[in-house]
């Protein structure tokens, strides 16, 4: 067989499903490549013998890797949280990259440890305060360790939990407010005047235009501020502010441009009288904004709306935490009416919430609007299989979402099989229970995924591994026996006598990949474990590392990923 091959050999152990530790581990070694290694660590679930060993790794790279692993339970990614590697430790606070539309949490201990760090890591490369920027943008911490910021034995915490500081009851406030610690206090201090209208109004100034669009959605508003922003014409942020006063309200409901008046008709504070007159309101948007009352009573249940409300099937937004705190989430009889209700978007809304019973999941699943299906598919752990499989044919924008989730359907794809979508025939021809995969298919991605199909014989195998079209496939099938697996690591690793150095490596082919978000690109996997379409990398070169104080972001992107020898 071509040493051309060791390649997709490499990468297919790496993600095989089957893969023993002893396999695994294999793959750390430098001479198998930092590129196997790296794409194992971050690109599949992995036994407790391959993390601990990764953990331990000397090479940054391979630690890094692990670091944005979305497949490993994070509370065994804790020590990297303390990694000597500033960069390790951002790739951690960053969360997986791409970015997944839901994103699972950071458990406690290792939020706190990124939040009151006093250094970067050893190596320099970024700041605590930039990796904690990392950790802000990631949507990994839940809303349940914000809210127990307030009165945290830390009183870095506590500081930061002012920041929130709308979103606190009022004892916390008052505890801040007197807390002993002198920068609790004046960090408490600071933050008042959200709720002060006059004071707001003489802060505002001082903020600029993206600022002063958060102040005027959020805090309280005197009479001055509120009629200077119709003066402005600046009156859109003020239609979501539950601060915004009654009168001004009024005027909004009335205000000559449809869009405003579109976006206060469904506020909970309006009033019968309103509510009417904007039923009979010439655009149509703004009637069926108002027809949804009296859904939106409370404000949970209008931001409820309005995650959902105008974002159309190809919406493809973070799916965020349900809030389970008594008055920050609609109840589950206000989803359940939701459901039921005559117009379409309640019904999406109802769709979108995980916790929707099982018998108004299979009620929606039939729904007569796309939207409604689309959002059960994405959204709710009961959606039928069958479902999830009509949206991932339909609607390419929803596939890698679909793929993440535990309840997309490993058979029952047969059907597929002939679909003109090459993306689609590549998720069929993995079925076990296809009678013959199409290892000859037209297309390289369905042939490569055909090969990986577990119902392959071992005979099969041997010639599809000699295949360049096959090979990664055929080494990610769960049937091929362990001895071959360590066989074909025999054959890469005895033949790479010398390490890989930076000045040899190789690059990921999706370079812009790499250059926006720092990390490797792994092959898209059916949950089943099939590696999918994957061609091997084309020849160059990595550059070196250097610090870039611009953002933690840009010094990530300059880390070599794949292929470096950087440790």
Not at 60 to 71: D, E, K, P, S, W
Not at 141 to 148: D, E, H, N
Not at 519 to 539: E, I, L, M, Q
Request: charged share 25%.
């Amino acid at each position: 067989m071509s040493d051309s091959l060791h390649e997709p050999w490499l990468h297919g152990i790496a993600l095989n499903p089957a893969a023993p530790s002893d396999v695994l581990i294999r793959l750390l070694d430098r001479p198998a490549g930092d590129e196997a290694g790296r794409l194992m660590c971050e690109g599949r679930d992995l036994p407790d013998a391959v993390i601990d060993a990764a953990l331990r790794h000397p090479a940054r790279g391979i630690r890094r890797a692990l670091a944005g692993n979305r497949h490993v339970d994070p509370a065994r990614l804790a020590p990297l949280a303390t990694d000597p590697s500033g960069i390790v430790r951002a790739a951690l606070a960053g969360g997986p990259r791409p970015r997944p539309r839901w994103v699972r949490p950071l458990p406690d201990d290792i939020l706190v440890t990124f939040l009151t760090a006093q250094d970067g890591g050893e190596d320099g490369m970024l700041t605590e305060h930039e990796i904690t920027q990392e950790l802000s943008a990631s949507r990994q911490t839940p809303l349940s360790f914000y809210r127990a910021m307030a009165g945290h034995e830390h009183p870095e915490l506590r500081v930061r939990a002012t920041w929130r500081w709308q979103s606190l009851t009022p004892a916390q406030r008052e505890a801040l407010l007197h807390d002993p610690d002198p920068a609790v206090r004046e960090a408490a201090q600071g933050s008042i005047w959200e709720l002060d209208p006059e004071a707001v109004e003489a802060k505002l100034p001082s903020f600029g235009s993206h600022g002063k669009r958060f102040v005027l959605g959020t805090c309280a508003l005197s009479p001055g501020l509120v009629e200077q922003c119709f003066a402005d014409d600046t009156v859109h942020p003020l239609t979501w502010n539950r601060h915004t006063p009654a009168y001004a309200v009024a005027r909004l409901a009335r205000h000559p441009e449809a869009k405003v008046r579109e976006m206060v008709a469904a506020r909970p504070d309006l009033g019968p009288d309103l509510v009417t007159e904007l039923r009979e309101d010439p655009d149509e948007d703004v009637r069926m904004r108002a027809r949804l009352h009296p859904f939106p009573r409370t404000w949970a249940e209008y931001w409820a709306i309005r995650r959902v409300i105008g974002h159309g099937p190809d919406c493809t937004c973070p799916i965020t935490e349900a809030d389970t705190e008594p008055d920050t989430e609609p109840s589950p009889a206000w989803f359940a009416a939701c459901a039921a209700s005559e117009e379409p978007v309640l019904r999406r809304v109802a769709a979108s919430w995980p916790g929707l019973p099982e018998e108004l999941v299979e009620t929606l699943a039939q729904d007569d609007d796309e939207e409604v299906r689309i959002r059960l598919a994405c959204h709710h752990p009961l959606a039928p299989p069958n479902l999830l499989l009509d949206v991932f044919a339909s609607r390419p924008v929803h596939r890698p979402h679909l793929l993440t989730l535990p309840a997309f359907p490993r058979t029952g794809r047969t059907h597929l099989i002939g679909h003109p979508d090459p993306e689609v025939r590549a998720l069929a021809a993995c079925d076990p229970t296809l009678p013959e995969p199409p290892v000859e298919d037209p297309d390289e991605s369905v042939c490569r995924a055909a090969a990986s199909n577990p119902s392959l014989t071992a005979e099969v195998l041997e010639s599809l591994l000699a295949d360049p079209r096959t090979a990664e496939g055929a080494a990610s099938n769960p049937s091929l026996p362990v001895p071959r697996m360590h066989a074909l690591l025999d054959r890469c690793l005895n033949d790479a006598t010398t390490p890989p150095t930076s000045a040899g490596c190789r690059m990921p082919r999706d370079d812009s990949h790499v250059a926006t978000t720092g990390r490797a690109r792994a092959p898209p996997r059916s949950p089943d474990g099939a590696t999918w379409p994957r061609r091997g990398p084309p020849a160059g070169r990595v550059g070196g590392v250097r610090r870039d104080r611009r953002s933690p972001r840009a010094v990530l992107s300059r880390q070599p990923r794949l292929g470096s020898s950087t440790t």
